[in-house]
């Protein structure tokens, strides 16, 4: 779908609003899926994942979509303007490879010194790419957890990367209209980990 901005109104960690530590965080991100992606094997792709409907094939086509999409809008194309120039299926008979690229043309992006100063016009309007980084950052983060779950592969996610996104994790959660997105959320507790603890509220286990 088009690009949404979610408002996240819970507590944040002390540095999950700098620009700079966004940046960081969602290049972090990228590199964590793009292992995951990369050590995917042959005979894994067709496998199921926690996304209901979606196979792991499926799953890196959709963080592609997003992949392109931040790339499209960053160098400022609109919606309008795109339509559904980016249906479908878009990584072909290389998924990886098709992932690979287009996450290091989001850090290429990444890189440009006034790159999260910079606007996205997405579906609510004008966005800082700050902004839009943070919700990306979540999605491949998650993404990436379903498709080592999907393929089989240690799906451990950094605590600290799990601790930053939690709060938007718990918007989502909250909010009906938002969580048809991911799913609802399990049980919690407060011993669980920050893994478990974010996988929970966008009903994932592990």
């Known amino acids: 779908g088009f690009p949404t901005e979610v408002e ?3 507590p ?27 050590a995917v094997t042959d005979s894994a792709w067709v496998n199921d994942t926690p996304c209901t409907d979606w196979n792991v094939k499926d799953v890196v086509n959709h963080i592609v979509d997003e992949n392109i999409w931040m790339v499209a809008l960053f160098n400022g ?24 690229r287009t996450a290091n043309d ?3 992006i990444l890189a440009e010194p006034d790159a999260m100063s910079r606007t996205c016009q997405i579906s609510s309007g004008p966005v800082s790419v700050t902004e839009y980084s943070k ?3 979540l999605d491949t983060l998650i993404h990436g957890w379903d498709i080592a779950v999907g393929s089989g592969q240690d799906a451990t996610l950094h605590d600290y990367l799990a601790q930053m996104r939690t709060p938007l994790a718990q918007a989502i959660a909250d909010n ?3 969580r048809a997105v991911f799913a609802a959320p399990t049980t919690a507790s407060p011993n ?8 929970g509220l966008l009903g994932r286990t592990g």
């Open 8 to 10: 996240e109104s819970r």
């Open 12 to 38: 944040h960690p002390p540095d999950s609003r700098d620009p700079a530590v966004v940046s960081a965080c969602y290049l972090q991100s990228l590199d964590s899926s793009i292992s995951f992606v990369s």
């Open 77 to 100: 194309r609109t919606i309008a303007e795109i339509d559904n120039e980016f249906e479908g299926n878009l990584v072909g008979d290389d998924p990886a490879g098709v992932y690979e």
């Open 106 to 108: 989001v850090k290429a």
């Open 135 to 137: 919700q990306l950052f």
């Open 176 to 178: 009906e209209g938002y």
């Open 192 to 199: 669980d980990n920050p893994q478990t603890h974010l996988l």
